[in-house]
């Protein structure tokens, strides 16, 4: 028996396990047989989908459709398996005849130990269908789809003032409390803790990062015995790919909080009461950018201020013998902006999209008269991972 028919058996006694398909697609695509490949794809998903793996299915499609990059039928596998997830507005809550609530079996990691899996543990540590159900996140999934999430989650334990994430250790997951509080700190950029909020049970962290790419700009601190129910952040991005509604307000929420780190961390805004930075906030348009365009020309005259939400852009200049001509890239989460209009300069830098690209705007009028009331930043600063970058000043330092 060749290896690939000893992966092919295996796959057909558990036809609902990923691990043994995976490694069956895996070898026939390394063998080069992408019709088999498919074949076993296609006959995976329906005992995938019935065993309540509709995530499992998903990614076994986007295995055959990164070795075949817009294949007709791999695509058409991705598309039937994502047809498998389900939403409708109907919760029902597993309950036992007698009408108790019935705990899932839901890992449980504690500080300092190993994963360990619990039928059924303490009081304190249960989590069910209705407990998820009732986390804003997850409102109108079905029950099929809450067993799913929690079979690919843990639930975490965290101890007053421990940390949960943070810059210099990310926790590479995304955080949903279940139970406590915690706090959210950045730095200003000058050494100085600023609170950008607190969260409480229902509410959620960790998915700047997996819009972004990038590690954590903020620590996240419990503030009382926190648990929280987390997913990997491949898992999550599965699941937002499959479910538009959760993608979207995953974004919308980021785009909130980049705001919100903002106007809490910047000089410009440092000053200001809440509701002058909820004013400000308001004032701030989206733009959608395509490869190659020119966002701001160098030689031109442009007072604005940018957010960027997603995307890469090149900040680059076409002459002179300055140190800093090397082209620079910003990424996700990303402040900068420009205040040549202001000082009757113009830009020395060219902004050009690499990448599609989302950014929230500060129109001229509006920048000029914030710039007004803080000209000691217009030869640029440093707010956090924020560049603000001024017209005698061009490149974020």
């Known amino acids: 028996m060749t290896s690939i028919d000893a992966l092919r058996a295996a796959a057909r006694e558990n036809p609902a396990d990923i691990e043994p398909r995976r490694a ?15 074949a076993e794809v296609a006959e995976a998903i329906p005992p995938m989908a019935a065993a309540g793996r509709a995530l499992d299915a998903v990614a076994l499609a986007h295995l055959l459709l990164a070795f075949a990059p817009g294949d007709p039928a791999a695509t058409a596998l991705l598309q039937q398996a994502r047809g498998t ?31 360990e899996h619990l039928e059924r543990g303490p009081a304190d540590l249960w989590l069910t269908r209705a407990d998820l159900a009732r986390m804003p996140l997850f409102d109108g999934y079905s029950d099929s789809t809450l067993d799913e999430l929690l079979a ?3 639930l975490a334990r965290y101890d007053v003032g421990e940390v949960i994430t943070s810059p210099r250790e990310p926790s590479g997951r995304f955080h949903i409390l279940h139970r406590g509080s915690v706090r959210i700190v950045r730095d200003d950029g000058l050494g100085a803790p600023v609170e950008l909020a607190r969260m409480a049970a229902g509410e959620y962290f960790g998915e700047l990062e997996l819009v972004t790419g990038r590690t ?25 790919e499959i479910d538009p509604v959760l993608r979207d307000e995953l974004r919308a929420m980021c785009r909130e909080r980049m705001l919100n780190q903002l106007l809490r961390t910047s ?50 200049r076409a002459s002179g013998d300055h140190p800093d001509d090397e082209p620079r890239e910003l ?15 113009p830009v020395l830098v060219s902004v050009t999209a690499t990448t599609p690209s989302r950014l929230l705007v500060l129109g001229e009028d509006d920048t000029a008269t914030l710039v007004a009331g803080a000209r000691h930043l217009t030869r640029g600063a440093r707010t956090g991972s924020f560049a603000v970058v001024g017209l005698d000043d061009p490149t974020p330092d």
């Open 85 to 115: 997830w389900a939403r409708p507005s109907l919760i029902v809550e597993p309950v036992d005849d007698d009408g108790t609530a019935i705990p899932l079996a839901t890992p449980v990691v504690e500080p300092g130990r190993e994963v």
């Open 331 to 345: 990424g996700p989460g990303d402040f900068f902006g420009f205040t040549s209009s202001v000082l009757e300069k």
């Open 216 to 240: 954590p700009s903020a620590q996240v601190i419990a503030t009382t015995p926190v648990q929280a129910l987390e997913l990997d952040r491949a898992v999550l991005a599965i699941f937002t």
């Open 152 to 154: 690919h989650a843990e």
């Open 267 to 316: 000089m410009l805004f440092a000053d200001m009461d809440e509701a002058s930075r909820e004013d400000w906030a308001a004032r701030f348009i989206e733009v959608e950018l395509v490869p190659g365009e020119i966002l701001v020309r160098e030689g031109d005259r442009n007072s604005r201020l940018f957010v960027l939400v997603e995307g890469h852009l090149d900040v680059h």
């Open 24 to 38: 069956l697609v895996a070898a026939l695509l390394a063998a080069g047989d992408i019709d088999r490949a498919r």
